[in-house]
């Protein structure tokens, strides 16, 4: 067993190219000491490793990359795919599922991720009583980029002295040149300054409650950094407020369908009176409204995003290539169409012109919250046992704007609407996907007979009751 020893890309890049020389497989290297990180190593641009063997450059790109992963054991899975494209798979980056490089893959994605992460969640602080003036900031990093992103805060705060604090290593700029020493405890930096209360203003007042998606902020955010971020002090209260902030912009929204809407539960009157809503602009460019149809005492409502070409051209909903898809798999499934009510979360077609075309648009959060009132007068007056939403702009509609259906499409929710509410994919979608399609199509009957199987069970609960 050949035991080597590399520290960052350059060191393991020589040892690379000495054991590519000597003919050594990986299974017989052991590489070790990668959890240290070296100052002043420089970055490698040539495409060939030695004069031993050519490798794509795309490769260099990733190994470069992977390097600074804080895993110990990338190394040896830079070195296997060197060697693996060194003896006989010069092709074997375009191979995404081999394990391989997939990890090296998902290796260059984290510390891609990691570096962005930095340049957003940085926050310098004055120093006081330095002379000259200089501003210093702390930060945890998950892998090694500090002097990968170091250029980057010397090209964004060129006009500053600056330090940036992490336990790895520490980044230095004196207005001419950067440098790197070793890496320090939190305690090495200032706790706050007294600018930070404008930052905290101005966070204040550019926090838009309506748009708020808690699990998108934190997956964008994590909870760890909010200890070096000033404006985190203030989110817990701007999130506890967010509710009664839109309810209240809500209330002060001109945009919006509400006066439009009768005091009845009759649908017919209700689709008569959607004929002439103007609660958004989307009705100044369709040629129909398009209200729900089915039955009025429907056990099921099936919720899409918005009418189709087809659809606003004669004015009934589902009738165009995605709702020839859906009666295609609801018969599959085991769903009577004649049995169920279909409606859009938003009654107009948007769309903008391509040519002789009118290509779908998706609707805006004003626009599917303007038509909300028309969607809850119709479940008000059916008053189903179980609402279907098909795609995301349904589901978000119903039930926020942090439900994805991505991960959460099958799963049974009760809802004020209904006594259970799913979501799926919308067909629409399906045709999008061409070399999917048939997978897609399998996956959206399988929820529809999930969904034909609640509503038996529903059914016998129902005359359980009865």
């Known amino acids: 067993m050949t035991i080597v020893r590399a520290h960052d890309f350059l060191s393991w890049r020589n040892e690379s190219r000495r054991l590519l020389a000597a003919d050594v497989s990986p299974a017989d290297v052991h590489w070790a000491g990668a959890n240290e990180t070296l100052f002043g190593g420089e970055q490698a641009t040539e495409a060939k490793i030695g004069s031993v063997a050519s490798v794509p450059k795309e490769f260099l790109r990733l190994a470069q990359t992977a390097a600074l992963h804080r895993d110990d054991d990338r190394w040896n899975v830079l070195y296997r795919v060197l ?29 891609s991720r990691d570096m962005h992460k930095m340049t957003a969640f940085v926050r310098f602080r004055r120093m006081e009583n330095s002379d000259p003036e200089c501003m210093v900031a702390w930060y945890s990093p998950d892998h090694h980029v500090v002097k990968a992103i170091a250029p980057w805060f010397s090209r964004r705060f060129g006009g500053v002295r600056w330090s940036i604090l992490t336990p790895d290593e520490c980044a230095h ?10 890496g320090v405890p939190r305690s090495a930096a200032p706790a706050s300054d ?19 998606k808690v699990k998108a902020m934190k997956a964008e955010m994590p909870v760890r950094h909010w200890a070096t971020l000033p404006e985190a002090e203030i989110i817990p209260n701007l999130l506890a407020k967010a509710n009664v902030r839109v309810i209240e912009m ?28 103007r609660g958004c602009e989307l009705y100044a460019r369709a ?61 107009h077609f948007k769309w903008i012109e391509r040519g002789k075309r009118r290509i779908h648009a998706k609707p ?14 119709e479940l008000a007056s059916i008053q189903p046992e179980l609402v279907v939403c098909l795609g995301a702009t ?6 926020g704007r942090d439900f994805r259906v991505t991960t959460e499409r099958g799963i049974f929710f009760p809802h004020r609407w209904a006594k259970q509410l799913v979501a799926t994919i919308h067909p629409s979608a399906i045709l999008r996907m061409p070399d999917r399609r048939d997978e897609e199509y399998a996956l959206f009957v399988h929820d529809l007979k999930l969904i ?15």
């Open 452 to 466: 034909a199987a609640k509503v038996r069970e529903l059914e016998a609960a129902s005359r359980r009751l009865s």
């Open 173 to 182: 700029w004196d207005l001419e040149k950067l440098t790197f020493t070793p």
């Open 364 to 377: 805006s959060g004003i626009e599917i919250s303007s038509c909300r009132p028309w969607l809850e007068a």
């Open 83 to 111: 060697y693996r494209l060194t003896h006989s798979e010069p092709s074997l980056l375009k191979v995404g599922i081999d394990d391989d490089v997939r990890r090296l893959e998902l290796m260059n994605q984290a510390v």
């Open 250 to 277: 809500a209330k002060n929204q001109k945009s919006s369908a509400a006066e439009f809407v009768p005091r009845t539960n009759d649908l017919q009157q209700l689709r008569a009176a959607a004929s002439v809503c």
């Open 394 to 399: 349904a589901a978000q509609s119903l039930m």
């Open 194 to 212: 007294d600018m930070e209360h404008l930052w905290k203003d101005y966070y204040a007042s550019i926090f838009n409650p309506a748009r708020v």
């Open 287 to 347: 040629t129909h409204v398009v209200f729900g149809e089915g039955r009025p005492d429907a056990k099921v409502v099936m919720v899409g995003e918005q009418p189709g070409d087809e659809e606003d051209l004669k004015g009934h909903p589902f009738v165009g290539p995605a709702g020839r898809l859906l009666d295609k798999a609801m018969l599959e499934a085991g769903l009577d169409r004649e049995q169920v009510y279909v409606t859009n979360a938003v009654k």
